[in-house]
C-alpha cells in the first residue's frame, strides 16, 4: 500500500488510464446515448489523457524536480487544449482538482479527498446546465464516498472514491430516463470509474473487479452487467428500476452532494428524453481560449447558453480555457469566442454524419447514396473511358479521364461556417429547383483548372501562393447565394476560420470544406450536389475529401533535413500529406515505394494528378506498378499542370 503518490507516480498512474481506456473505449463508445447518440465517449475521453500524458511527458523532460505539482498540472493543461467532446472537457477539470490539491505535496488521502470534492465544484461551475444521471452525479457521489473516510489513507480514500463511483453508475438510469430507455448506464461516468480504478490499482496494487457494462436487450430492463475477466461475480441483470445491485436505489431517493447537501432526484428527470427532432443541433464546436480570464469565461458560457446546449466552458487553472458547444450556428460559436480572446484549436463536427437520424447510432453505418449519384455525374463531364492502363498515356496528354468517387467510412475533419440566424440552408429538393449554391476551389495548374471548372467549380488560381484577402475577395466575388469552398490546401486551418467568419453576412452563407490538396478537392467536386441542402452537400463532400489519402511526388530542389533523413538535390521524395515519408536517388523509385506505403493500408481506387514537368512515361510506370502489385486497385490518371507536385496521388 502506497501512503502518497510523487510525481513520477502520477504519470505513472495517468499512463495507466490511457491504456484502460484503450481497453475499454468500445464498451464506453457503445454506451453513449447522451446528449447526443454518437457513440465517441470513450475515443474522446481516450484522445484527452492521451493529449494530457504527452503534456506531462513533455514536462518531466525539462526539469530535475518532477513534483506532483507538476506532473498534475501539466496532465490538467494537456487535457485542456486537447480535449474531446463534452467528456474529455470534464476529464481535464478531474485532472485539474488533482493539480489544485496537490500544490503543497505530493498525493495523500487527505489531498484525494480535497481532489475530489474540487473537481466536483469545476465541473459543476463549468457547466451552463448540469443534468443528473450523468459524470457530474457519479463524480459528486465518488466526492462525499471519499469524503465519508474519517481515517483518509490513501488506500481507503481511493477506495471509497471508486466504490461510490460504481454505485453511482448503476444508478444512472434511475435518474435520466434517455439511459434508462437504451438500456445502458452513462457512458462519461463508466470513463470516471475506469480513472478511479486506475487509482486504486496504483495505490494498492490490485485492480478492482468491475463488469463489462452491455446494452440490455429490452429498453425497460436497463444494462445488463457482464463479466469483465472472471473476476467479476453475480452476473445480474437489471430490473425494472434500472439499477444495477451495488446496493439499492428507487426512484425519487436523495442523492449526497459533495459538500453535504441533499438533492430530490426531479420528477422531471425525463425532460431530456424526447427532444424535438426540428431543434436539434447540427454542429459540435470546440476551441481552445487563451487571453482572458474567469470573468469573460462566465460571459462566454453564457452566450454559448442561448446558442446551444451541452455548454461546458472550463480552465486549466493557468491562462488556458476549453470551449463547447452544441449547436445550428458554428460560426456563431466560434465568433463568441473570439469576442473574448484569441481562438485556436477549433473542432467542428456534425451531427449529420456523426449520429444517424432518430438517435441511435450504428457504428460503421452511413448512407453513402448520394456519393453514387455525384459520381455520376462528374464522371459524365469527363467521359467514362476505359480503365485499361494501356490508355493512361492518351489520357494524360488529353487531360481526359474518368473519376469515380467510391465512399469509404471515415471521419469528417472540419468544417467551418454554417446557417445563419438558426437556419439550416432552405430544401432545395422540397421546393422542387437546384439550390443558388456555387462551389469555389483554389487550384494551381492550367489543366487542372479545367477538371475543377468542368466539375463545376468557379476556380481561384493558387500557382502562385494565396492569402487570406484574395480568398475572401473570391468568395465575395461568387454570384450564389450559397458557397462551398475547397481550399486544396492552400491555407492553413486557422486562416480559413478567419475566412469563413469574414465571408459570412446577411445575403451570403459560407462553408469551407477540409480539402487538404487538389485530389482530395477533386473526390469531394464528385459528389458534389445542388439538389440536397447546402449542410448535407457540404458533409457528402466533407467525407468524400477526409476518406480519401493523399500524397505527393516531387524532387528535392537543395539539399535539407527531413524527418526520415538528409536529401540531396535531385532526389525522388514521397510525401503523404505534409511530411516527407520516402527518399530515394531515383524519383521514379520514390514513386513506386510512395504508392506502396499508401496502398498498404488498402485502396479501391488510385487518382495520379501530374504535374507540369513530368510525361505520359512517368504516369504510364506509376500505373504500371500499381496494376502489377496491387489486382483490382483501379487507376485514374489526369494532367494537372501544378508546378511543385511531380505528381499528387490520391487512394480511395
Do not use: K
Request: glycine share 12%; net charge negative.
Amino acid at each position: 500500500m502506497r501512503e502518497s503518490l510523487d510525481g513520477h507516480d502520477l504519470l505513472v498512474w495517468a499512463r495507466g488510464c490511457r491504456t484502460d481506456l484503450e481497453l475499454r473505449r468500445a464498451e464506453i463508445d457503445a454506451l453513449n446515448v447522451f446528449p447526443i447518440a454518437d457513440a465517441d465517449t470513450g475515443t474522446n475521453l481516450l484522445a484527452t489523457m492521451r493529449a494530457a500524458v504527452a503534456t506531462a511527458e513533455r514536462a518531466v523532460l525539462e526539469v530535475e524536480d518532477v513534483t506532483s505539482h507538476l506532473v498534475a498540472q501539466a496532465l490538467a493543461r494537456g487535457a485542456t487544449t486537447g480535449a474531446r467532446g463534452n467528456s474529455g472537457i470534464i476529464l481535464s477539470q478531474v485532472l485539474r482538482g488533482i493539480a489544485e490539491a496537490v500544490v503543497a505535496g505530493p498525493l495523500t488521502g487527505a489531498r484525494l479527498q480535497e481532489a475530489l470534492r474540487r473537481s466536483a465544484v469545476l465541473v459543476r461551475t463549468g457547466l451552463s446546465a448540469p443534468v443528473e444521471g450523468t459524470i457530474l452525479t457519479v463524480l459528486d457521489r465518488a466526492a462525499a464516498a471519499a469524503a465519508e473516510v474519517t481515517e483518509p489513507s490513501l488506500d481507503a480514500v481511493a477506495r471509497s472514491a471508486a466504490e461510490g463511483a460504481a454505485r453511482a453508475l448503476s444508478r444512472t438510469p434511475t435518474q435520466l430516463g434517455v439511459l434508462r430507455a437504451a438500456g445502458v448506464v452513462d457512458a462519461g461516468a463508466r470513463g470516471l470509474l475506469v480513472l478511479l480504478d486506475c487509482l486504486v490499482t496504483e495505490v494498492c496494487g490490485e485492480a478492482p473487479a468491475r463488469v463489462r457494462y452491455t446494452r440490455g436487450e429490452r429498453a425497460d430492463q436497463g444494462p445488463q452487467r457482464r463479466p469483465d475477466d472472471g473476476n467479476a461475480q453475480g452476473v445480474t441483470l437489471l430490473g425494472r428500476s434500472g439499477d444495477i445491485d451495488h446496493g439499492r436505489a428507487r426512484d425519487g431517493e436523495g442523492e449526497a452532494v459533495s459538500d453535504g447537501r441533499e438533492r430530490r432526484l426531479s420528477d422531471a428527470r425525463d425532460e431530456h428524453d424526447h427532444r424535438d427532432q426540428d431543434a436539434d443541433p447540427h454542429f459540435e464546436v470546440m476551441y481552445v481560449i487563451s487571453g482572458t480570464d474567469e470573468t469573460a469565461a462566465g460571459g462566454l458560457r453564457d452566450r454559448l447558453a442561448v446558442l446551444g446546449d451541452s455548454v461546458v466552458v472550463v480552465g486549466d487553472g493557468d491562462s488556458t480555457w476549453s470551449a463547447h458547444v452544441h449547436c445550428r450556428d458554428a460560426g456563431a460559436a466560434i465568433e463568441a469566442g473570439l469576442a473574448v480572446g484569441t481562438v485556436t484549436s477549433i473542432r467542428i463536427e456534425s451531427f449529420a454524419v456523426t449520429a444517424p437520424h432518430g438517435g441511435h447510432h450504428e457504428p460503421g453505418h452511413h448512407d453513402h447514396r448520394h456519393h453514387t449519384q455525384g459520381a455520376d455525374r462528374l464522371g459524365a463531364r469527363h467521359g467514362t473511358g476505359a480503365r485499361d492502363t494501356s490508355a493512361v498515356c492518351a489520357q494524360v496528354a488529353s487531360g481526359a479521364g474518368d473519376r469515380l468517387s467510391r465512399p469509404v467510412d471515415g471521419d469528417v475533419l472540419s468544417v467551418t461556417g454554417g446557417a445563419r440566424d438558426g437556419r439550416v440552408f432552405g430544401d432545395p429538393a422540397a421546393r422542387g429547383v437546384l439550390a443558388d449554391r456555387g462551389v469555389l476551389a483554389v487550384v494551381a495548374g492550367a489543366a487542372a483548372t479545367r477538371l475543377f471548372e468542368d466539375g463545376g467549380a468557379v476556380v481561384l488560381r493558387g500557382d502562385r501562393q494565396v492569402d487570406t484577402s484574395a480568398l475572401l475577395t473570391a468568395i465575395r466575388r461568387m454570384p450564389h447565394r450559397e458557397v462551398l469552398v475547397l481550399p486544396n490546401g492552400a491555407l492553413p486551418a486557422h486562416e480559413l476560420v478567419a475566412v469563413g467568419v469574414a465571408a459570412r453576412d446577411g445575403s451570403r452563407d459560407v462553408l469551407l470544406l477540409p480539402s487538404a490538396s487538389m485530389v482530395q478537392g477533386l473526390a469531394a467536386l464528385a459528389v458534389h450536389d445542388r439538389g440536397r441542402i447546402a449542410v448535407d452537400d457540404a458533409f457528402a463532400m466533407s467525407e468524400a475529401a477526409a476518406t480519401t489519402r493523399w500524397g505527393a511526388l516531387r524532387a528535392a530542389r537543395v539539399r535539407a533535413l527531413t524527418m526520415v533523413g538528409m536529401c540531396s538535390p535531385g532526389d525522388g521524395l514521397g510525401l503523404v500529406g505534409q511530411d516527407v515519408v520516402v527518399i530515394d536517388p531515383d524519383v521514379v523509385g520514390a514513386g513506386r515505394i510512395l504508392l506502396d506505403r499508401m496502398l498498404g493500408l488498402g485502396g479501391e481506387l488510385v487518382t495520379l494528378l501530374m504535374g507540369a514537368d513530368t510525361g505520359p512515361e512517368l504516369a504510364q510506370v506509376l500505373a504500371d506498378h500499381v496494376t502489377a502489385g496491387f489486382p483490382g486497385v483501379e487507376v485514374v490518371v489526369y494532367s494537372g499542370g501544378q508546378q511543385v507536385d511531380l505528381v499528387q496521388i490520391g487512394v480511395e
